[in-house]
């Protein structure tokens, strides 16, 4: 049972557009959401979080909004630019158990192209 | 400067050998984390451990072993019990697992059974 859901595996934009990147879940204990990006053979870089608490949170080109009642969530990349092409995960945590592991979307493959 | 180390990048073993898997922070982080990533899939959770001495069983921890005799290291050892070993591995480090902290990961082990 997939808690985290990415339901695109790849996306292509042109350069300077727009990337939009959408991530569902279904675990209503989620209070805590991030975005990494990653590389292939490397590990993931964080990027963007935000908490249950807010809608909205906005780091330079990367923003991040969050609609508790659909359980979605989403990143917007504006201008895309060529280096943003890797893979994106969605992750959310919860406060059960207190592990505060990530559970993670199965990623969405960003493409912009020049 | 600070960050996560893991080695060996690549790691090749034969069927019913054990092998370890180093990961190493200098963050000063409670919280260590191993995660293991398939082709097409996310990040699954293996083990973790909130502080030294402790750790506890991830969602797909059968096969797995590890320690956290030292705060800075985690770790982990592949059995032959492991069905599937052949995968990405990744490890992770937070401050602490209360409150909101994302997570950071090391560069990743690729392990291949031969």
């Known amino acids: 049972d997939q808690q985290v859901k990415q339901n695109s595996p790849s996306l292509s934009v042109q350069e300077g557009r727009i990337s939009i990147l959408n991530c569902d879940y279904t675990?209503?204990?989620?209070?805590?959401f991030l975005w990494y990006k990653k590389y292939p053979a490397e590990g993931p870089t964080f990027l963007i979080s935000?908490?249950?608490?807010?809608d909205k949170n906005e780091d330079g080109r990367f923003t991040v909004f969050l609609n508790k009642s659909a359980k979605h969530l989403s990143l917007h990349i504006v201008p895309s630019q060529p280096g943003d092409s890797a893979v994106y995960f969605c992750?959310?945590?919860?406060?059960?158990?207190?592990?505060?592991?990530?559970?993670f979307g199965s990623g969405t493959r960003l493409q912009v192209q020049p | 400067d600070g960050g996560i180390t893991q080695s060996p990048k690549y790691l090749f073993r034969k069927e019913g050998q054990n092998v370890t898997l180093s990961c190493e922070q200098n963050?000063?982080?409670?919280?260590m984390y191993w995660y293991r990533q398939d082709p097409g899939q996310g990040l699954r959770l293996i083990y973790y451990?909130?502080?030294?001495?402790?750790?506890q069983k991830g969602d797909i921890a059968e096969g797995y072993s590890v320690s956290r005799e030292k705060k800075e290291s985690f770790p982990l050892t592949v059995t032959s019990a492991q069905k599937n070993p052949t995968a990405f591995y990744l490890c992770?480090?937070?401050?602490?697992?209360?409150?909101?902290?994302?997570?950071?990961f090391g560069p990743g082990t690729r392990l291949t059974v031969l």
């Open positions: 992770a480090s937070t401050p602490g697992t209360s409150g909101y902290n994302e997570q950071f």
């Open positions: 675990n209503s204990m989620f209070d805590y």
């Open positions: 935000i908490s249950s608490i807010k």
């Open positions: 992750a959310a945590s919860a406060p059960d158990t207190g592990r505060r592991a990530l559970t």
């Open positions: 963050l000063n982080h409670d919280a």
């Open positions: 451990s909130q502080i030294v001495n402790d750790f």
